[in-house]
């Protein structure tokens, strides 16, 4: 119940496109839904983050889509350049859980120009 | 402003030994969590402090160990170091100990057990 499903492992898309990756859990006391942008050789960061009575959130070009019902959320990023090409991850926090942040295992994306 | 800083940013150590391995957080912040990173597991919690106390542990074994100074600053300490405890030991802080203003990661510590 603890686990946070991040799909897909990786993704190749052109210089322009637009790039989902879409995550699921199970644990429903879970009230925080960050995502993190990591390149290599540096740790992750936030990138945006949204709670469970929002449905959508947009930040520049990165767009969190939220469905409490389906227990899924996912990050779409418009207009994706080259410089977006690194490793996202989604994670989930809450139910009384201090400083616990639970990660999907990543995707790797990779944008061509 | 300074970022999360992690000490040392390389490491190699031989299996039996014992590692020490520090984080310096944001100026103000009172939250520190410890990560591992791996590419099989993933990113995994290892625990969190605020104000000197672990407040929550993952599941990790009891060789691995951590603490708090009262200027926030944290080490973990890992003990009879094994060959899988290779990775990268992430640090991350928050304001307050609430994580809604989202953590704030370091560049990590890279340890190599052989």
């Known amino acids: 119940q603890q686990q946070v499903k991040q799909s897909p492992q990786s993704l190749i898309v052109q210089k322009g496109g637009i790039p989902i990756i879409n995550c699921a859990y199970e644990n429903t006391a879970f009230d925080y839904f960050p995502w993190y942008q990591q390149f290599p050789g540096k740790g992750p960061a936030l990138l945006i983050a949204i709670r469970p009575d929002v449905s959508e959130k947009k930040e520049g070009r990165f767009t969190i889509s939220f469905n409490k019902s389906a227990k899924q959320f996912s990050l779409h990023i418009m207009d994706s350049q080259p410089g977006d090409s690194a490793t996202y991850f989604c994670?989930?926090?809450?139910?009384?859980?201090?400083?616990?942040?639970?990660f999907g295992k990543g995707t790797k994306l990779s944008v061509k120009p | 402003k300074a970022g999360v800083t992690q000490t040392p940013r390389y490491l190699i150590k031989t299996r039996g030994q014992q590692v020490t391995l520090s984080c310096s957080p944001i100026s103000g912040h009172r939250s520190v969590s410890w990560y591992q990173q791996t590419p099989g597991q993933g990113l995994q919690f290892l625990f969190e402090y605020f104000s000197e106390t672990q407040r929550n542990k993952g599941n990790f074994p009891g060789r691995f160990s951590g603490r708090q100074f009262s200027n926030s600053r944290s080490e973990m300490n890992v003990s009879t170091l094994e060959l899988g405890d290779s990775a990268l030991y992430l640090c991350?802080?928050?304001?307050?100990?609430?994580?809604?203003?989202?953590?704030?990661f370091g560049s990590g510590t890279r340890l190599t057990v052989v």
């Open positions: 991350a802080s928050s304001l307050a100990g609430t994580l809604r203003g989202g953590y704030t």
């Open positions: 994670a989930a926090e809450g139910g009384g859980s201090q400083g616990n942040l639970i």
